[in-house]
T-cell receptor, first 113, second 111 residues
Framework: EADIYQTPRYLVIGTGKKITLECSQTMGHDKMYWYQQDPGMELHLIHYSYGVNSTEKGDLSSESTVSRIRTEHFPLTLESARPSHTSQYLC????????????FGSGTRLTVV | SQQGEEDPQALSIQEGENATMNCSYKTSINNLQWYRQNSGRGLVHLILIRSNEREKHSGRLRVTLDTSKKSSSLLITASRAADTASYFCATVLTGGFKTIFGAGTRLFVKA
């Protein structure tokens, strides 16, 4: 669990603020993902990347953006936070192989007031 | 039902009992994975079973896969209070381009 790091762990911000959620992994994984999860609910894929300079939108419509300039770093940015963005955001990574599990970070719990 | 739907939604058992959780899916898969999530934390990968496998073991965990019924089960034997968590199945679709997580089963193990 210690090989993928998310910061901050908790964040409370006001509406309209711009925020960046950080995610870094030390395993050299090509694939990285951002999921949104409300308490006790399923995970929704919002962004993913298969390598440097590769980013795609996931299944859940999101007003966030991501970048992948370095293999180990996959930050998620909200340009203007709204109360509807209140949720837990989970970052994950995996090897390129399909028969390999995901490694998840501990998550960032975001509250927009 | 959705791809990767777990059953039951919640399960409460006594320490020492076995816990069984089920996962059903709709489309053909490359493999199926089970994860555990402690409250407010990220998911931890437990076990992966490929589409050509029928059963796998890892410690107190036993996973079965029935591709004809498009279902999988996770058995935790001799449960402990520390097993209290949510358990998710994730289906990796054929081709490996998409992984879908279910809504999870919440397991409560009472000491």
């Amino acid at each position: 669990e210690a090989d993928i790091y998310q910061t901050p762990r908790y964040l409370v911000i006001g509406t309209g603020k711009k925020i960046t959620l950080e995610c870094s992994q030390t395993m050299g994984h090509d694939k990285m993902y951002w999921y949104q999860q409300d308490p006790g609910m399923e995970l929704h894929l919002i962004h993913y990347s298969y390598g440097v300079n590769s980013t795609e939108k996931g299944d859940l419509s999101s007003e966030s953006t991501v970048s992948r300039i370095r293999t180990e770093h996959f930050p998620l940015t909200l340009e203007s936070a709204r109360p509807s963005h209140t949720s837990q955001y989970l970052c994950a990574s995996s090897e390129h192989r399909t028969d390999y599990g995901y490694t998840f970070g501990s998550g960032t719990r975001l509250t927009v007031v | 039902s959705q791809q990767g739907e777990e059953d039951p939604q919640a399960l409460s058992i006594q320490e020492g009992e076995n816990a069984t959780m089920n996962c059903s899916y709709k489309t053909s898969i490359n493999n199926l994975q089970w994860y555990r999530q402690n409250s407010g934390r990220g998911l931890v990968h437990l076990i992966l079973i490929r589409s050509n496998e029928r059963e796998k073991h890892s410690g107190r965990l036993r996973v079965t896969l029935d591709t004809s019924k498009k279902s999988s089960s996770l058995l935790i034997t001799a449960s402990r209070a520390a097993d209290t968590a949510s358990y998710f199945c994730a289906t990796v679709l054929t081709g490996g381009f998409k992984t879908i997580f279910g809504a999870g089963t919440r397991l409560f193990v009472k000491a």
